[in-house]
């Protein structure tokens, strides 16, 4: 109620959709930036994403093509044994072995000083 009779109350309600500002000349608005991803954020998501490809280069051509099949591609494990010809029971293994693999590498890069991957070779 003292809200209502206040003189600093708005007379109505507005919409921040209202506050946007507009582009001359267009009907349309303008997006404002999104601020969820801060440039420091996206350069430790590039740096990772650079170390996690790394690892995945390392592991044997076996693991990393189960891998990349199942986690990358997002095939099924049926999708994944029939494009590898191989048995559901072994592309599990595989990709037990790829991810443990993988986990390993990106343990020993968080846990360095300098980020610092095993040389590929």
């Known amino acids: 109620m003292k809200r209502r009779k206040s003189t600093f109350a708005p007379k109505s309600a507005l919409s921040l959709d209202d506050l946007k500002p507009t582009r001359l000349g267009e009907g349309g608005r303008i997006d404002i930036a999104d601020w969820s991803s801060l440039p420091d954020t996206l350069v430790l998501d590039a740096e990772l994403r650079g170390a996690m490809e790394r690892s995945i280069r390392l592991l044997p051509h076996t693991d990393r093509s189960v891998v ?12 994944t044994a029939e494009i590898l010809e191989n048995a559901s029971d072994a592309v599990k293994t595989r990709l037990h072995r790829g991810r443990l693999a993988l986990r390993q590498h990106l343990d020993r890069y968080l846990r360095t000083r300098k980020g610092g991957m095993p040389h590929e070779g």
């Open 68 to 79: 990349l099949l199942r986690d990358v591609e997002e095939l099924t494990t049926e999708e």
